[in-house]
């Protein structure tokens, strides 16, 4: 049987004047950004904005993809297809779900993140210079 990917949605969520972070409960642990896998029959735009409620409580509204990322070695749980979205964050913070803490960063403070969410900051940074 031929194994496929999975596809996954991550959320780069603009919220005072930074962006959010959820600290993973799960493996691998560490700062990353929110997001997770799609559910079967859900858009990749329906799975980010439940995403983004389930683990920071954010209602957000997308403002574009910004990229989709597909590194076989991205995620060293197995191979996944991501598709970032750029979102305004409303509401009030807070950690769930999988996420143990939540918070927010200024880009010039991220720390060291899980996965290739580093690589997806700095995209996300020369998004902003071009706009």
């Known amino acids: 049987m031929k194994k496929s990917p999975k596809p996954v949605?991550?959320?780069?969520?603009e919220y005072k004047g930074g962006v959010v972070?959820?600290?993973r409960k799960?493996?691998?642990?560490?700062?990353?950004?929110?997001g997770?896998?799609?559910?079967?029959n859900e858009s990749l735009e329906k799975a980010a904005i439940r995403e983004a409620k389930e683990e920071t409580n954010l209602k957000v509204k997308?403002?574009?993809?910004?990229?989709s990322y597909s590194n076989p070695k991205r995620d060293?749980?197995?191979?996944?297809?991501?598709?970032?979205?750029i979102a305004?964050?409303?509401?009030?913070?807070?950690?769930?779900?999988?996420?143990?803490?939540?918070?927010?960063?200024?880009l010039s403070k991220i720390p060291k993140l899980c996965f290739?969410?580093?690589?997806?900051?700095?995209?996300?940074?020369?998004y902003l210079l071009g706009k």
């Open 9 to 13: 949605v991550d959320i780069i969520i």
């Open 21 to 23: 972070l959820i600290y």
């Open 26 to 34: 799960n493996y691998p642990k560490g700062y990353a950004l929110p």
């Open 36 to 40: 997770g896998f799609v559910d079967y």
């Open 62 to 67: 997308l403002i574009c993809q910004l990229h």
């Open 76 to 85: 060293p749980r197995g191979h996944t297809i991501s598709t970032v979205f």
């Open 88 to 106: 305004k964050g409303y509401g009030r913070l807070k950690a769930k779900d999988d996420a143990r803490d939540v918070k927010v960063f200024k």
């Open 116 to 126: 290739d969410h580093n690589r997806i900051i700095q995209d996300y940074k020369k």
